[in-house]
Nanobody, 124 residues
Framework: QVQLVESGGGLVQAGGSLRLSCAAS????????MGWFRQAPGKERDFVAH????????DYADSVKGRFTISRDNAKNTVYLQMNSLKPEDTAVYYC?????????????????WGSGTQVTVSS
């Protein structure tokens, strides 16, 4: 089992920044591809970004490319999502997720473990 706990959400004005963290415990963190997803009210959960096990490959949804940066610190068992130039449409609950193996995937069904989410609200 892998336990994931997100933090860093909150209320921010449009144009502002937030940094989300996701702390993992339970298994060897570096064995997992890590992803961030988000779910806005009344909408399905969407892919945001993911990062390879050794931090040499990342991928982003078009809606966040150039504004968000995913990173990880395997020594601290933590994955981060730096969010800049935030927009009201970024308002959502943000979830981190983990999948064992090498495959980088945007498919949430492939992810084995999920955190409980952290709320991000961007005011206009």
């Amino acid at each position: 089992q892998v336990q994931l706990v997100e933090s860093g959400g909150g209320l921010v004005q449009a144009g502002g920044s937030l940094r989300l963290s996701c702390a993992a415990s339970g298994r060897t963190f570096s064995n997992y591809v890590m992803g961030w997803f988000r779910q806005a009210p009344g909408k399905e959960r969407d892919f945001v970004a993911h990062i390879s096990r050794n931090d040499d490959s990342t991928d982003y949804a078009d809606s966040v490319k150039g504004r968000f940066t995913i990173s990880r610190d395997n020594a601290k068992n933590t994955v981060y999502l730096q969010m800049n130039s935030l927009k009201p449409e970024d308002t959502a609950v943000y979830y981190c997720a983990a999948v064992a193996g090498l495959l980088l995937t945007r498919n949430e069904r492939r992810y084995d473990y999920w955190g409980s989410g952290t709320q991000v609200t961007v005011s206009s």
